[in-house]
Every structure is written in structure tokens, then in C-alpha cells.
């Protein structure tokens, strides 16, 4: 079983849809999550970061950590074709050392 | 632009060769990652450098090193390469936040 589940898509939604991207996790030691947009032959750009469970808003990006059930949920409101792109969850966390992460990354089309 | 920079762009050499890819990371940051990404392995962490000493290992192979000089900007060399090294290599930096990493626009080495 991978650290890290991420389903890897492709999804397509229409513009002005609401996107809702997850990832789940098996080691409780993961203390930090984030989220990074990586456009095609780019490097990836971190979106949002949470410490603690509960959710944490970015404009039209909302972030949301359930440490109960180890998963973890990335909300995009009015998706934008702009918003086309792969999305990898990452988490970091000591576990016999410090180490971070990343889900394989989901696929995310938004027709105009 | 996150601030952070690699050479070269593209790498193109032959199997059994050995190349230095190079990072220089965001002004004020003492850390500095490595990542492979390839198509099938998704975003892989190689090692961690923090002011010039080596932090934490990840899936590094025993043919690549790394290096972080005074100035701070790092060094990774791949040796022997071998047809599966071919991949996207990214750097990423950060301040003494682990949870805000910023990323290079990578390097993209083929191997023939």
C-alpha cells in the first residue's frame, strides 16, 4: 500500500464547476499538507497548506484535513479553464526522519 | 516565478555517462530538495540539503550524489545513467518552513 493514495484522473468538469480533488494517507505521523498546481513541463506551485485539521480558504481554493479518517480534500469553486492542470497532494511528517510526500497527482481538464 | 533556479533546461547524453544538474535557491532559503519525476513514478523525493549538510535521504540512488555549497546553491550528480534516469529533476528550496517548499523549473534529462 502506497503512503499516499491520489487518484490520478484525468477529470473533466465544465467551467464554473466546483472540483473537489482527495487524497488519502497512511501514516499518522504526517503533521503537514499541502496542495501544488503543476502545469505541463512546469515545475509544481504550492496553492495551500494546512497544519491541523479543518479547513483553510484561498479565494476561490478552500483546503480541508481530516486527520481522523487521514484524508485529506482540495475544493476549487468556479473552475476556470485556467484551472486545467495537475494537482498533487503532498504531506510531510517525522517518520525515522523528516520526509515528505506526494500523491501521484490528479489530472484536471475544465472545458470552456 | 518562485525565485528559484536550474541548469540546464534540457540534458541530453548517453547511457553510462555523468552529468551535474544545478540549483540555486530562493535568497534567504538554507534548504534545498531534490525531486525525480517520471511518468510512472509520479513526483520522487531524492534528498534534502540545509545549510550545506545533508538532512534527510529519500529514494536516492547510490549512483547519484548531491552537494550544497557555501553560497548555498546545490548540485546534483547522476552517474552511469542508465535508460530509466530519463525524467523531469526538480530542485525546490525553503526557509525553516518544511511545509512551504518552492520549486525550480526542473531539468529534463534524456538519456539515450
Known amino acids: 500500500q502506497k503512503e499516499v493514495e491520489q487518484d490520478p484522473g484525468p477529470l473533466s468538469v465544465p467551467e464554473g464547476a466546483i472540483v473537489s480533488l482527495n487524497c488519502t494517507y497512511s501514516?499518522?505521523?504526517?503533521?503537514?499538507f499541502m496542495w501544488y498546481r503543476q502545469y505541463s513541463r512546469k515545475g509544481p506551485e504550492l496553492l495551500m497548506y494546512t497544519y491541523s485539521s479543518g479547513n483553510k480558504e484561498d479565494g476561490r481554493f478552500t483546503a480541508q484535513v481530516d486527520k481522523s479518517s487521514k484524508y485529506i480534500s482540495l475544493f476549487i469553486r468556479d473552475s476556470q479553464p485556467s484551472d486545467s492542470a495537475t494537482y498533487l497532494c503532498?504531506?510531510?511528517?517525522?517518520?525515522?526522519?523528516?520526509?515528505?510526500?506526494f500523491g501521484a497527482g490528479t489530472r484536471l481538464f475544465v472545458k470552456a | 516565478d518562485s525565485g528559484v533556479t536550474q541548469t540546464p533546461k534540457h540534458l541530453i547524453t548517453a547511457t553510462g555517462q555523468r552529468v551535474t544538474l544545478r540549483c540555486s535557491p530562493r535568497s534567504g532559503d538554507l534548504s534545498v530538495y531534490w525531486y525525480q519525476q517520471s511518468l510512472d513514478q509520479g513526483l520522487q523525493f531524492l534528498i534534502q540539503y540545509y545549510n550545506g549538510e545533508e538532512r534527510a535521504k529519500g529514494n536516492i540512488l547510490e549512483r547519484f550524489s548531491a552537494q550544497q555549497f557555501p553560497d548555498l546553491h546545490s548540485e546534483l550528480n547522476l552517474s552511469s545513467l542508465e535508460l530509466g534516469d530519463s525524467a523531469l529533476y526538480f530542485c525546490a528550496s525553503s526557509d525553516d518552513r518544511v511545509d512551504e517548499q518552492f520549486f525550480g523549473p526542473g531539468t529534463r534529462l534524456t538519456v539515450l
Open positions: 503532498a504531506m510531510s511528517g517525522w517518520t525515522g526522519g523528516f520526509k515528505t510526500i
Open positions: 501514516n499518522s505521523a504526517f503533521q503537514y
